[in-house]
């Protein structure tokens, strides 16, 4: 029988992340179960470092960034004695079932405690939206729109100095975010992992785009394929411009989240929960096409969702 559950969040953190644990606390308590924190993802898990959560432990974090229960990359989850001492320490402390927040690695993580009996949900939490069973993960609108605000400000000076602009951005191995990016600001190229890089296309379109009257030009890169320096080195001397490169890195993760982040962050939170009362295990919750879904852990990492095509055309359309 449910009655304590345990609640982490792991890996890169994302704005929305708070939200997710207040939603997640709220619907348990709600619904009569104990919660447990337990601070620094599976590292805190296997250092029993867990602090209950109230109704009030989470009142006022909705919109703060970051994530009050503190997140890690933890090296020793990646080896069975690891996970064999992490379901033992959840056992140890009465705690029946766990919702983990976090990106595909996390969930690699939660797979290993499933397959050891643990009832275990994942919700995902990460800036780069690069897992299926959803068609969005919770960090990556405020992400999107952190990188929105920072291009814009450099389009003014690029447009003052007639400058060409290099701007990396996270991602991890996909364009997710300098896709959505780049067409949300109107850059003039953009460079994907999911796709080769045609460094001569580049400069062709930046000559074209001069010969039209373009006298600035923004490029938005995503980190999976190059660092920006190389590509200047790529680009110095082969086209009109000296470029100058901004790393954008981690800023992209922090701040509050957007909307859109608190909400999914809230229904994602809600139907974790739901799902634990339901029996689920294994599992994880996604939106996709607007309906909260529920799909086996693996999924996030087994498929590898496309970028999408219409979004491809879009940015070749309008960035003439
Ligand atoms: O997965 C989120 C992410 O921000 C990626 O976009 C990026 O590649 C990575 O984490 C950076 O990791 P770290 O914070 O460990 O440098």
Redesign the pocket.
């Known amino acids: 029988m449910l009655r304590r559950i345990g609640v982490l969040t792991s ?2 953190d ?1 704005p929305g992340m708070n939200a997710s644990i207040r939603a997640v606390t709220r619907t348990a308590l709600y619904h009569g179960l104990d919660v447990i924190g337990i601070r620094r993802g599976f590292e805190g898990l296997l250092d029993g470092d867990f602090v209950p959560l109230t109704r009030s432990s989470v009142g006022g974090i909705l919109m703060h960034g970051g994530t009050i229960l503190r997140t890690a ?1 933890c090296a020793e989850f990646m080896r069975p004695e690891g996970v064999n001492a992490g379901a033992a320490k959840l056992r140890e402390n009465d705690i029946d079932a766990l919702v983990v927040i976090g ?1 595909d690695g996390s969930f690699h993580g939660a797979l290993e405690l499933h397959k050891r009996g643990i009832q275990v949900i994942g919700v995902p939490g ?3 939206n ?1 897992m299926a069973g959803t068609d969005c993960t919770i960090g990556f609108d405020t992400a999107c729109n952190t990188a929105l605000e920072c291009i814009s400000k450099l389009r003014d000076t690029a447009s003052s100095h007639d400058r060409m602009f290099i701007v990396e951005v ?3 191995n996909a364009g997710f ?1 300098a896709l959505e990016t780049a067409v949300a600001c109107g850059a003039e190229f953009v460079l994907v992992p999911e796709i080769p890089a045609d460094i001569e296309a580049i400069i062709k379109k930046v000559h074209y785009a001069k010969e039209h009257g373009k006298t600035h030009s923004i490029i938005v890169l995503a ?2 394929v190059m660092p920006a320096h190389e590509l200047a080195d790529k680009l110095k001397g082969k086209c009109d411009y000296d470029p100058r490169i901004v790393v954008l890195g ?1 800023i ?2 922090g701040g509050s989240p957007s909307c859109f982040d608190a909400v999914l962050a809230a229904k994602l939170g809600y139907a974790a929960v739901e799902c634990l009362l339901d029996g689920k295990m294994g599992m994880m919750v996604g939106r996709i096409g607007g309906e909260i879904v529920a799909s086996p852990l693996q999924k996030a990492w087994e498929e590898r969702r496309p970028l999408d095509k219409d979004m491809l055309r879009i940015m070749e359309t309008l960035s003439i």
Request: aromatic share 0%; glycine share 28%; proline share 0%.
């Open positions: 890996g890169g994302a990359r990106g990460t800036i780069d690069d996270m991602g991890r975010l980190e999976g981690h992209q993760r």
